[in-house]
């Protein structure tokens, strides 16, 4: 089974020479289709080497569709009536992993430098606002919300939010359901885990661990594209956007960046992923706070 191209193989447009040779075989030029179509709608940018992820992912979703090829599978998703499928394709090629507490010094960052004067300010009836984007199943937004509920159990009564947005409904239905296996909770500190946590009860949907309604209040869930419209205007005292710019090109990265750099209270806080760094526009308004931790200077553009 071959996965990658060699370089002559990849500068033939059009070849209909295997990419992978499996049970439905994945040409180059269907994999160009499919990575054309995941690069309009969610940004990402998928190379050959990819190949064998794309194959992995989606030869399930033929065999669902009882479909005998990628060509047809392709001609499927490409038209009007397509778009469920597509949606679902959006969620079988995304890569979802995610986990609570990860990256620990941005939760240690918030907690020490960020929140206490935050929460001081909603005990007094100000608005606190922070924002994780990209947030997958959940465990990111939930480990900002623990991380408030530690040094403010009543939280949830004040008007604290965390708004947590993906461009995949299925991880946001999880997300809302806040309901995690017992692995999953091993990363949460034991004194939140035990106080915060819940067995789900027998019967319910989802079996393991449920997480507090105190934290559900304080989190909402809505989908958003980070390359389509934004519709929030107000702004945010922290931005979580971690591990999810490294799927996209430079340039869409950059215009990522500076798309946020309004959405973030001047002296605010912007966390990325431990791979990725600021780039374009945005250098010049952050000003390194940590290890991948970025705090918008005072001043410059509202
Ligand atoms: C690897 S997870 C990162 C989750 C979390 N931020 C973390 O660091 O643990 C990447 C997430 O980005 C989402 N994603 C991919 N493209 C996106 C886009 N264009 N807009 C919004 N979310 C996107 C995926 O659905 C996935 O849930």
């Known amino acids: 089974m071959s996965a990658t191209l060699s370089r002559t193989d990849s500068a033939r447009p059009g070849s209909d020479r295997p990419l992978v040779d499996g049970e439905f075989p994945l040409t180059l030029e269907d994999f160009r289709?499919?990575?054309?179509?995941?690069?309009?709608?969610?940004?990402?940018?998928?190379?050959?080497?990819?190949?064998?992820?794309?194959?992995?992912?989606?030869?399930?979703?033929?065999?669902?569709?009882g479909l005998g090829s990628f060509r047809e599978y392709c001609a499927l998703v490409a038209a009007p009536a397509?778009?469920?499928?597509?949606?679902?394709m959006l969620t079988a090629l995304t890569t979802n992993v995610t986990r609570f507490f990860r990256e620990p010094h941005h939760f240690e960052h918030l907690k020490a430098t960020v929140l206490p004067a935050l929460l001081k300010e909603a005990r007094q009836g100000g608005r606190v606002r922070?924002?994780?984007?990209?947030?997958?199943?959940?465990?990111?937004?939930?480990s900002i919300a623990l991380t408030i509920l530690s040094l403010m159990p009543d939280a949830a009564g004040l008007d604290i939010r965390i708004l947590a947005t993906d461009i995949d409904p299925v991880v946001l239905v999880a997300g809302r359901?806040?309901?995690?296996d017992e692995a999953s909770i091993a990363a949460v500190p034991p004194d939140l885990r035990?106080?915060?946590f819940t067995r789900a009860s027998e019967?319910?949907?989802?079996?393991?661990?449920?997480?507090?309604e105190e934290a559900r209040r304080l989190v909402a869930f809505r989908e958003l594209n980070l390359i389509g419209a934004w519709p929030m205007k107000g702004r945010f005292h922290a931005i979580m956007?971690?591990?999810?710019?490294?799927y996209f090109e430079e340039e869409t990265q950059a215009k990522v960046w500076n798309r946020f750099m309004p959405l973030v209270e001047p002296g605010g806080h912007l966390y990325i992923g431990h791979s990725e760094r600021l780039t374009g526009e945005a250098v010049r308004h952050f000003e390194s706070a940590g290890i991948t931790t970025?705090?918008?200077?005072?001043?410059?553009r509202p």
């Open 33 to 65: 289709a499919v990575a054309a179509m995941l690069h309009a709608d969610a940004g990402i940018a998928l190379s050959e080497a990819k190949a064998t992820l794309v194959y992995s992912r989606l030869a399930k979703r033929l065999r669902a569709l």
């Open 294 to 300: 970025y705090r918008r200077r005072p001043g410059g």
């Open 82 to 88: 397509g778009g469920e499928e597509r949606r679902q």
């Open 130 to 142: 922070l924002w994780s984007a990209a947030c997958s199943t959940g465990q990111e937004p939930y």
């Open 194 to 196: 035990q106080r915060w």
């Open 203 to 212: 019967g319910e949907d989802r079996e393991g661990w449920r997480v507090a």
């Open 241 to 246: 956007c971690r591990n999810v710019v490294i």
């Open 177 to 180: 359901a806040g309901v995690y």
